[in-house]
């Protein structure tokens, strides 16, 4: 995905707290008569990135003095391996996973540095991280991300103040459509049920038949689902554990009447054949192509943190114009937006092996602290200087017109190969807000250019619509003698809740029948014993 589209994504201008670029590359120079260091990393392969041939991969070995042997794995089955090698014995030296394939949770952070697998990376940060030490003393939030109740960083999440990612289900909808059918927005969720049964049987398209396809989406962590945004009219869904908090105390979402309320309304859209079943079922590859069908137009409205999910942005698109995002709408309890507190998933992106030497852990923190400056995170991330980005000219806007910018895509060309001359995701280590929004971004919101600028108007249309109590599960730890616990008790729970709203909408289950027995069935699952795990955490960090 693109830089100003990923899953999580961020980028910013000046360097941490005065550190610099000059400093990292200081600390990280080796000596040229030394021989490369061999580091061993788990890794993902992206579509048109290969690490293995990579320009920074090149620019790192050359300014670190290290020889990459990547472990390179497809995004699908990444966690899965992720968790085989580690299982085997027969893992890397280090793992470096952007979070929006795979990365290690705090449960696994806490499971794996306790049994010595991973190393703490305080010492090595100490004496050799000073730019990350500075975006620590910048932005307190981050060491509280990273450091686990025992004191230790045992890895270093990916810090992405990603403003369009922190509301992740937006709702796209073919705005030509509406214009052709004379349909204003809808701003409530009957309007929208409306709307959508426009799109089915008024022949949109133009094309004779009744192919269109009125809602869609998928099933990964990118905004994709459909429920969470329409679930936001009757309570809040925060589209990952369904936790509220309420007068300081963490309650279930998935047990309350007006839970029940919002499934009945989604299965009415399910009965009335408005929302596509696959959206329950298949991956983003198969959603987009609903949104890019060859013979016509089909999509009417589809969920996703940005549209280029589902449609092509790229120069010479046929739909990306035609979707618009649409505000949170307006349901008999609410009209709510999912907010994960600033698009920082909470975890660890990479950590340091015990399979590591000495020199290779040194060269490690000295190639992520590189990333944690302003230079070495646009080059990363973005690709290298002079191929993939520039500095700005003084007609140029950033993304925040009122500050200066900083960094200038440079785009592709028609039919150009891949650059192939950064990390993209991979290298997403530092980049707060005030760093993205000294990317230059095109005015034209419908350029691909100006996407950004598009995604960040749009997500002015949700902020504030986030309950005015928010459960920061992503920022909490939980006390390590009762992790295990609750990462089982997280994971039994969600499958459960996820699995029962699947057969409550499709009418596998009875919402009159059965629905005392789907909350008993949580009840058993200990859910209560849940809660009081996280009330602890969350009580224990308020202190």
Known sequence: MALAACAKNENSPASPSGASSSSAAASGSASASAAPVPIKVFSIQESGIDLTTNKFSKFIEDKFNIK???????????????????????????????????????ADLLKYGKQGVIVPLNDLIDQYGPNIKAAMEAHPDLKQYITAPDGNIYGLVSY???????????????????????????????????????????DPNGNGKQDEVPLSGSIEDFGVRVVPYLM??????????????????????????????????IKSLYDEKLIDPGAFTQNAEAFKKIGENGDAQI???????????????????????????????TGPHGSLATHDGGGVDPGAKFVI?????????????????????????????????????????????????????????IPATEGE?????????????????????????????????????????????????????????????????????????????????????LQFITGNLDLNKDWDSYVKGLKDLKLDRYLEILQQAYDKAAK
Request: aromatic share 12%.
């Open 68 to 106: 990459f042997d990547w472990q390179l794995n497809p995004s699908d089955g990444a966690k899965e391996k992720r968790q085989i090698s580690l299982a085997s014995g027969d893992y890397p030296d280090a793992y470096i996973l952007p979070s929006y394939i795979d990365h290690f949770s705090q």
């Open 160 to 202: 992405t103040q990603c403003f369009h990612c922190s509301y992740p289900n937006k709702m796209w909808v073919n705005t030509k459509w509406m214009k052709q059918l004379g349909i204003q927005p809808p701003k409530t969720t009957e309007e929208f049920k409306a709307m959508l049964e426009a799109f089915k049987t008024k």
């Open 232 to 265: 936001n009219g009757f309570v809040y869904d925060d589209d990952r554990n369904y936790l509220n908090l309420k007068d300081g105390k963490v309650v279930s979402a998935a047990i309350t009447p007006e839970w029940k309320e919002g499934l009945a309304y």
């Open 299 to 329: 999509l009417g409205a589809g969920a996703g943190m940005h549209p280029a999910i589902f449609v092509n942005i790229d120069k010479g698109n046929r739909f990306s114009a035609d979707y618009d995002a649409l505000p949170p709408l």
């Open 353 to 409: 092996t015990n399979k590591a030497s000495k020199e290779a852990q040194v060269a490690l923190i000295k190639m992520v602290d590189y990333m944690f400056t302003p230079e070495g995170q646009t080059n990363g991330a973005s690709g290298m200087e002079g191929i993939d980005w520039e500095k700005p000219g003084p007609d140029d806007v950033a993304l925040d017109e009122s500050i200066k910018a900083q960094f200038k895509p």
């Open 417 to 501: 190969a891949p650059r192939n001359a950064g990390w993209s995701g991979v290298a997403h280590f530092y980049q707060p807000k005030e760093y993205r929004d000294s990317f230059v971004s095109a005015t034209d919101i419908y350029d691909s250019a100006g996407y950004e600028r598009r995604l960040y108007q749009a997500t002015l249309e949700y902020q504030g619509h986030e309950p005015k109590e928010l459960f920061p599960l992503w920022s909490l730890w939980i006390d390590p003698s009762l992790t295990d616990e609750a990462s089982i008790l997280q994971t039994n729970l969600k499958n459960y809740i996820e699995r029962s709203e």
